[in-house]
Protein backbone atom coordinates (compact mmCIF):
# COMPACT_ATOMS: atom_id res chain seq x y z
CA UNK A 1 0.00 0.00 0.00
CA UNK A 2 0.76 3.97 -0.02
CA UNK A 3 2.52 5.07 2.82
CA UNK A 4 2.24 8.98 3.52
CA UNK A 5 5.05 11.06 5.96
CA UNK A 6 3.91 14.55 6.98
CA UNK A 7 6.31 17.43 8.35
CA UNK A 8 5.96 19.15 10.55
CA UNK A 9 3.99 17.94 13.01
CA UNK A 10 3.26 21.49 14.33
CA UNK A 11 4.02 24.86 13.19
CA UNK A 12 3.86 28.02 14.71
CA UNK A 13 4.29 31.35 12.75
CA UNK A 14 2.99 35.02 13.08
CA UNK A 15 0.26 36.37 11.71
CA UNK A 16 1.09 37.51 8.24
CA UNK A 17 3.86 35.16 7.64
CA UNK A 18 3.84 31.95 5.46
CA UNK A 19 3.36 28.83 6.21
CA UNK A 20 4.31 25.23 4.81
CA UNK A 21 3.64 21.41 5.33
CA UNK A 22 5.77 19.39 3.14
CA UNK A 23 4.75 15.27 2.29
CA UNK A 24 5.82 12.49 1.08
CA UNK A 25 4.46 9.51 -0.84
CA UNK A 26 6.04 6.18 -1.26
CA UNK A 27 4.02 4.63 -3.90
CA UNK A 28 4.59 5.99 -8.01
CA UNK A 29 1.19 5.19 -8.76
CA UNK A 30 0.21 7.91 -6.66
CA UNK A 31 -2.22 10.28 -8.59
CA UNK A 32 -4.21 12.36 -6.45
CA UNK A 33 -3.52 14.46 -3.64
CA UNK A 34 -5.72 16.62 -1.45
CA UNK A 35 -4.84 18.74 1.67
CA UNK A 36 -7.75 19.02 4.37
CA UNK A 37 -7.91 21.53 7.19
CA UNK A 38 -9.79 20.30 10.10
CA UNK A 39 -11.08 22.63 13.11
CA UNK A 40 -11.39 21.93 16.97
CA UNK A 41 -14.69 20.13 16.62
CA UNK A 42 -15.24 19.79 13.19
CA UNK A 43 -14.52 17.51 9.83
CA UNK A 44 -11.96 17.95 7.47
CA UNK A 45 -12.75 20.59 5.32
CA UNK A 46 -11.04 19.91 1.65
CA UNK A 47 -9.21 22.55 0.77
CA UNK A 48 -7.34 22.01 -2.50
CA UNK A 49 -6.21 19.14 -4.28
CA UNK A 50 -3.48 18.45 -7.11
CA UNK A 51 -3.57 16.04 -9.45
CA UNK A 52 -0.11 14.42 -11.12
CA UNK A 53 -0.56 15.87 -14.58
CA UNK A 54 -0.03 19.25 -12.86
CA UNK A 55 3.03 20.70 -10.80
CA UNK A 56 1.42 23.54 -8.98
CA UNK A 57 -2.02 24.75 -7.97
CA UNK A 58 -3.02 27.88 -7.01
CA UNK A 59 -6.45 29.20 -4.88
CA UNK A 60 -5.93 32.72 -3.43
CA UNK A 61 -3.54 32.65 -0.45
CA UNK A 62 -3.55 28.87 -0.72
CA UNK A 63 -1.08 26.68 -2.92
CA UNK A 64 0.11 23.61 -3.42
CA UNK A 65 3.00 21.78 -5.52
CA UNK A 66 4.04 18.47 -6.67
CA UNK A 67 7.23 17.22 -7.67
CA UNK A 68 6.47 13.02 -9.13
CA UNK A 69 10.07 12.34 -9.24
CA UNK A 70 10.94 13.25 -6.04
CA UNK A 71 7.34 11.72 -4.64
CA UNK A 72 6.47 15.12 -2.51
CA UNK A 73 3.97 17.39 -2.37
CA UNK A 74 3.40 20.72 -0.24
CA UNK A 75 0.92 23.32 0.96
CA UNK A 76 1.61 27.00 1.24
CA UNK A 77 -0.14 29.22 3.05
CA UNK A 78 0.82 32.92 2.51
CA UNK A 79 -0.68 35.83 4.66
CA UNK A 80 -1.74 34.01 7.47
CA UNK A 81 -4.45 34.87 9.41
CA UNK A 82 -5.64 33.52 13.25
CA UNK A 83 -8.70 31.52 11.42
CA UNK A 84 -6.08 29.25 9.33
CA UNK A 85 -5.35 27.81 12.99
CA UNK A 86 -5.97 24.36 12.71
CA UNK A 87 -4.70 20.82 11.67
CA UNK A 88 -3.98 20.25 8.33
CA UNK A 89 -3.87 16.74 6.60
CA UNK A 90 -2.09 15.99 2.94
CA UNK A 91 -3.59 12.58 1.65
CA UNK A 92 -2.79 10.48 -1.84
CA UNK A 93 -4.44 8.16 -3.30
CA UNK A 94 -3.33 5.55 -5.91
CA UNK A 95 -4.44 5.35 -9.46
CA UNK A 96 -7.42 3.83 -10.06
CA UNK A 97 -8.46 2.64 -6.22
CA UNK A 98 -10.51 4.68 -4.05
CA UNK A 99 -8.74 4.90 -1.02
CA UNK A 100 -6.79 7.93 0.11
CA UNK A 101 -3.80 7.71 2.47
CA UNK A 102 -3.62 10.39 4.71
CA UNK A 103 -0.81 12.00 6.62
CA UNK A 104 -0.29 12.22 10.41
CA UNK A 105 -1.74 15.95 10.31
CA UNK A 106 0.51 19.69 11.07
CA UNK A 107 -1.35 21.55 13.68
CA UNK A 108 -0.97 25.26 12.79
CA UNK A 109 -0.96 28.45 15.12
CA UNK A 110 -0.98 31.66 13.73
CA UNK A 111 0.14 34.13 16.51
CA UNK A 112 -1.87 37.33 16.32
CA UNK B 1 -27.07 22.10 -0.47
CA UNK B 2 -23.33 21.48 0.01
CA UNK B 3 -23.24 19.62 3.84
CA UNK B 4 -22.74 16.39 4.78
CA UNK B 5 -25.18 16.47 7.58
CA UNK B 6 -24.72 13.55 10.73
CA UNK B 7 -26.84 12.92 13.84
CA UNK B 8 -26.28 12.97 16.65
CA UNK B 9 -23.23 14.81 17.48
CA UNK B 10 -22.33 13.23 20.70
CA UNK B 11 -23.68 9.71 21.82
CA UNK B 12 -22.88 8.23 25.06
CA UNK B 13 -23.33 4.32 25.35
CA UNK B 14 -22.91 1.23 27.72
CA UNK B 15 -21.31 -1.41 26.05
CA UNK B 16 -24.62 -3.49 25.66
CA UNK B 17 -26.61 -0.80 24.12
CA UNK B 18 -27.66 -0.71 20.49
CA UNK B 19 -27.16 2.72 19.25
CA UNK B 20 -27.16 4.32 15.23
CA UNK B 21 -25.06 6.68 13.82
CA UNK B 22 -27.11 8.76 10.77
CA UNK B 23 -25.18 10.44 7.65
CA UNK B 24 -27.11 12.47 5.23
CA UNK B 25 -25.84 14.50 1.77
CA UNK B 26 -28.28 16.53 -1.19
CA UNK B 27 -25.28 16.64 -3.35
CA UNK B 28 -26.08 13.88 -5.71
CA UNK B 29 -23.00 12.27 -4.51
CA UNK B 30 -23.42 8.42 -5.05
CA UNK B 31 -20.54 7.22 -2.95
CA UNK B 32 -20.55 7.07 0.65
CA UNK B 33 -17.96 6.73 3.44
CA UNK B 34 -17.45 6.06 7.21
CA UNK B 35 -14.18 7.03 8.87
CA UNK B 36 -13.01 6.31 12.83
CA UNK B 37 -10.80 9.27 13.84
CA UNK B 38 -9.18 8.56 17.18
CA UNK B 39 -7.39 12.25 18.66
CA UNK B 40 -4.69 13.72 17.38
CA UNK B 41 -4.69 10.93 14.66
CA UNK B 42 -5.92 10.79 10.60
CA UNK B 43 -8.81 9.66 9.89
CA UNK B 44 -9.22 5.68 9.37
CA UNK B 45 -11.59 4.41 6.26
CA UNK B 46 -13.89 1.96 7.57
CA UNK B 47 -16.48 1.68 5.01
CA UNK B 48 -17.48 2.85 1.48
CA UNK B 49 -20.74 2.33 -0.67
CA UNK B 50 -20.95 3.09 -4.14
CA UNK B 51 -24.03 3.85 -5.47
CA UNK B 52 -25.68 2.31 -2.46
CA UNK B 53 -23.20 -1.13 -2.35
CA UNK B 54 -20.86 -1.72 -0.12
CA UNK B 55 -17.59 -1.68 -1.78
CA UNK B 56 -14.74 -1.75 0.62
CA UNK B 57 -14.57 -3.30 4.07
CA UNK B 58 -11.19 -2.66 5.85
CA UNK B 59 -11.44 -5.45 8.28
CA UNK B 60 -14.00 -3.51 10.58
CA UNK B 61 -15.32 -5.50 13.86
CA UNK B 62 -18.66 -7.20 13.14
CA UNK B 63 -20.00 -5.13 15.68
CA UNK B 64 -19.90 -2.31 13.39
CA UNK B 65 -22.52 -2.92 10.81
CA UNK B 66 -22.95 -0.11 7.82
CA UNK B 67 -26.48 0.36 6.47
CA UNK B 68 -26.91 2.34 2.93
CA UNK B 69 -30.92 2.31 2.51
CA UNK B 70 -30.71 4.89 -0.51
CA UNK B 71 -28.20 7.49 -2.15
CA UNK B 72 -29.07 10.02 0.35
CA UNK B 73 -28.38 8.09 3.66
CA UNK B 74 -25.50 6.29 5.23
CA UNK B 75 -25.95 4.47 8.81
CA UNK B 76 -23.83 2.99 10.86
CA UNK B 77 -25.20 0.41 13.78
CA UNK B 78 -23.50 0.03 16.66
CA UNK B 79 -23.55 -2.92 19.22
CA UNK B 80 -21.74 -4.31 22.06
CA UNK B 81 -19.19 -1.79 21.45
CA UNK B 82 -15.58 -1.81 23.62
CA UNK B 83 -14.48 1.46 25.46
CA UNK B 84 -11.28 1.44 22.88
CA UNK B 85 -14.44 1.90 20.04
CA UNK B 86 -14.91 5.35 21.46
CA UNK B 87 -13.67 7.71 18.56
CA UNK B 88 -14.84 10.89 16.53
CA UNK B 89 -17.09 8.75 13.62
CA UNK B 90 -16.95 10.83 10.39
CA UNK B 91 -18.95 10.15 7.57
CA UNK B 92 -18.19 11.56 3.94
CA UNK B 93 -19.48 11.40 0.52
CA UNK B 94 -17.76 11.96 -3.33
CA UNK B 95 -19.64 12.43 -6.72
CA UNK B 96 -18.55 9.17 -7.55
CA UNK B 97 -16.22 6.42 -6.35
CA UNK B 98 -13.51 6.71 -9.29
CA UNK B 99 -11.34 8.22 -6.13
CA UNK B 100 -10.53 11.46 -8.54
CA UNK B 101 -12.55 13.64 -6.32
CA UNK B 102 -12.04 14.81 -2.71
CA UNK B 103 -14.90 13.89 -0.20
CA UNK B 104 -17.26 16.06 1.47
CA UNK B 105 -16.77 15.49 5.33
CA UNK B 106 -19.59 15.57 8.18
CA UNK B 107 -18.91 17.21 11.16
CA UNK B 108 -18.83 13.60 12.80
CA UNK B 109 -20.21 12.53 16.11
CA UNK B 110 -18.11 12.33 19.10
CA UNK B 111 -19.14 8.53 20.48
CA UNK B 112 -18.16 7.64 23.93
CA UNK B 113 -18.17 4.10 24.87
CA UNK B 114 -18.89 3.25 28.89
Known amino acids: GENVEQHPSTLSVQEGDSAVIKCTYS??????FPWYKQELGKGPQLIIDIRSNVGEKKDQRIAVTLNKTAKHFSLHITETQPEDSAVYFC???????????FGSGTKLNVKP | DTEVTQTPKHLVMGMTNKKSLKCEQHMGHRAMYWYKQKAKKPPELMFVYSYEKLSINESVPSRFSPECPNSSLLNLHLHALQPEDSALYLC?????????????FGSGTRLTVV
Open chain 1, 27 to 32: DSASNY
Open chain 2, 92 to 104: ASSQDSSGNYGYT
Open chain 1, 91 to 101: AARLYNFNKFY
